[in-house]
Nanobody, 119 residues
């Protein structure tokens, strides 16, 4: 199993910046990717940014060029630097880990961090 603990987020004005952190612990040997997802009220959860075990990075189209995902060398901590924030970035942001077993991939989630962007 994997435990994910998020920190950061909060309130920012449009055009401002915020930073999220996620520390992962547990059986990291089977984690194939870490990433950030978000969910706004009434919306489905959407992918924000993902970094795979091999270092490939993927961004959601709405954040590309504004958000940056990074990772430490131990591959157990990720950050999400959010720049040029927009009111539509307001959501609960969740850290995610893809945990690979022989037969399936299990998603683990953090508790969520609120990000609110005012206009």
């Amino acid at each position: 199993q994997v435990r994910l603990v998020e920190s950061g987020g909060g309130l920012a004005q449009a055009g401002g910046s915020l930073r999220l952190s996620c520390v992962a612990s547990g059986d990291m040997t089977r984690v194939t990717a870490l990433g950030w997802y978000r969910q706004a009220p009434g919306n489905k959860r959407e992918m924000v940014a993902v970094i795979t075990d091999f270092g490939s990075i993927h961004y959601g189209t709405s954040v590309r060029g504004r958000f940056t995902i990074s990772r430490n060398d131990l591959k157990n901590t990720i950050w999400l630097q959010m720049d040029n924030l927009k009111p539509e970035d307001t959501a609960v942001y969740y850290c995610n880990a893809d945990y690979q077993t022989d037969s399936a991939v299990t998603d683990y989630w953090g508790q969520g961090a609120q990000v609110t962007v005012s206009s």
